[in-house]
């Protein structure tokens, strides 16, 4: 999986295909950061919820991990003055090796529907290791209502979704695999969820649960 050659035309596709509204999505949920003194995001991307939440945060130590370094630079270039502030780490998520002191919060936008569902089981396992007791975990994804013309609706924009990243980044993942099964597995607990455009867009916010 390589985005780097989709890095210098994200931001105009994301435009162009959503408007704002994947945005809205990322950032639904930003206010459980309060408090949150180390936040993780991996596949932070071209770095607009990195951007909103080092604006929102300024004191919290933001980490954020992506695996194409043409999209870490731009992302770095749209924050700017503020992307000193913030470690940036060039890796992929399942080669990556996390520091021994735990996160305050892991945020994923748009990331783990790039996984099978293999794939996707040991990411969260990995992410939730690096998680503290209390963690706050914000996911922001894609979803399939359960049935209706919505339902297929999002099947018929899926389809066409991995379609196209499956050919210009080499996505290992070929539909989406909901990811609340294995983030019950590590302990965490789904305390709210918005979701927008037919239910296709879905944010979530969990909390996990100290034992």
Not at 123 to 128: D, H, R, S, Y
Request: aromatic letters at 10%; hydrophobic letters at 45%; charged letters at 20%.
């Amino acid at each position: 999986m390589n985005f780097d050659r989709l890095a210098p035309h994200y931001d105009w596709l994301e435009t162009f295909t959503a408007g704002e509204k994947l945005q809205q999505v990322r950032t639904a949920w930003l206010q459980e950061l309060r408090g949150c003194r180390r936040i993780l995001s991996v596949g932070e991307g071209h770095g607009r919820f990195a951007e909103a939440c080092a604006k929102r945060f300024p004191g919290a130590q933001l980490t954020c991990v992506e695996a194409s370094p043409r999209m870490l630079a731009r992302a770095q270039q749209r924050i700017g003055a503020a992307a000193p502030r913030i470690q940036w780490q060039c890796a992929d998520v399942l080669a990556w090796t996390p520091p021994r002191e735990k996160y305050d919060a892991i945020v994923t936008c748009f990331f783990l529907d790039c996984f099978p569902p293999d794939q996707l089981a040991a990411v969260i396992a990995k992410l939730a290791a690096c998680a503290a007791p209390d963690a706050v975990w914000l996911v922001s994804d894609f979803a399939v209502p359960p049935q209706g013309l919505a339902h297929w609706r999002a099947r018929a924009v899926h389809a066409l979704m991995y379609g196209f990243f499956g050919m210009t980044v080499g996505l290992p993942a070929r539909r989406l695999t909901p990811p609340d099964e294995s983030l019950c597995a590590q302990a965490f607990r789904l305390e709210a969820r918005r979701e927008s455009e037919w239910g296709l867009l879905r944010s979530d916010w969990w909390q996990r649960e100290p034992t």
